[in-house]
């Protein structure tokens, strides 16, 4: 089965800094990629996703996702963050071939106003 | 829109009691999927389903049960409660396609604390 590695644990950051999140997933075949997103208290919610296409993906809020398929990582990015930026981001992967959905170990986000 | 709906929010056990977690969603998709979310883990997969009748293990399934008797439903239910099962669990589903399970919409999630 496929599964998703995210290099930073906690990351901390003033507002107006550019963010970048790591994720790297282990999976041979074709894959479906997202990032969600998941605020204080609350449940998951869907950032952006790749499919196929353009390799750079654009969500909600202002973020973006590229796909680099060589280095099999689905980095996430956000030029300038805000306070509210505040959450913990999970990487996750599905397998087109297979039907569950991984998840990455979450990276908390800590954006200092 | 009611999405995904998790009772109850919360719920403390002592160590051997049974419970099922309920899920129900009104979205007609057919994936649906139990996770555990434990500090610096992340969510991992406790059981699926791709349809009704069909099920299958994922990542943790020791200690839990599911059936899907009806597309909307999924309940988990914990067999022997033990300390280690304390967690926040979340219900998910997913329309499938040609390309796989697509976004994934999560429920509000359900706190439980076994003693």
């Known amino acids: 089965a496929q599964s998703v590695s995210q290099h930073n644990h906690h990351v901390i950051l003033s507002e107006a800094a550019s963010l970048e999140l790591g994720c790297n997933y282990s999976y041979g075949g074709t894959v479906n990629l997202f990032w969600y997103v998941q605020y204080p208290g609350q449940h998951l919610q869907l950032l952006l996703k790749y499919f196929s296409g353009d390799p750079l993906v654009k969500g909600i809020k202002g973020f973006e996702a590229e796909f680099i398929k060589s280095k099999f990582s689905f980095n996430l990015r956000k030029p300038s963050v805000q306070w509210s930026d505040t959450a913990e981001y999970f990487c996750a992967v599905n397998a087109r071939n297979n039907n569950d959905m991984r998840f990455g170990a979450g990276t908390r986000l800590t954006v200092k106003p | 829109n009611a999405g995904v709906t998790q009772t109850p929010k919360f719920q403390v056990l002592k160590t051997g009691q049974s419970m099922t977690l309920q899920c129900a969603q009104d979205?007609?998709?057919?994936?649906m999927s139990w996770y555990r979310q434990d500090p610096g883990m992340g969510l991992r997969l406790i059981h699926y389903s791709v349809g009704a009748g069909i099920t299958d293990q994922g990542e943790v399934p020791n200690g839990y049960n599911v059936s899907r008797s009806t597309t909307e439903d999924f309940p988990l239910r914990l067999l022997s409660a033990a300390p280690s099962q304390t967690s926040v669990y979340f219900c998910?589903?997913?329309?499938?396609?040609?390309?796989?399970?697509?976004?994934?919409?999560f429920g509000q999630g359900t706190r439980l604390t076994v003693v």
């Open positions: 979205m007609n998709h057919e994936y």
């Open positions: 998910a589903s997913s329309p499938r396609t040609g390309l796989g399970n697509t976004e994934a919409f």
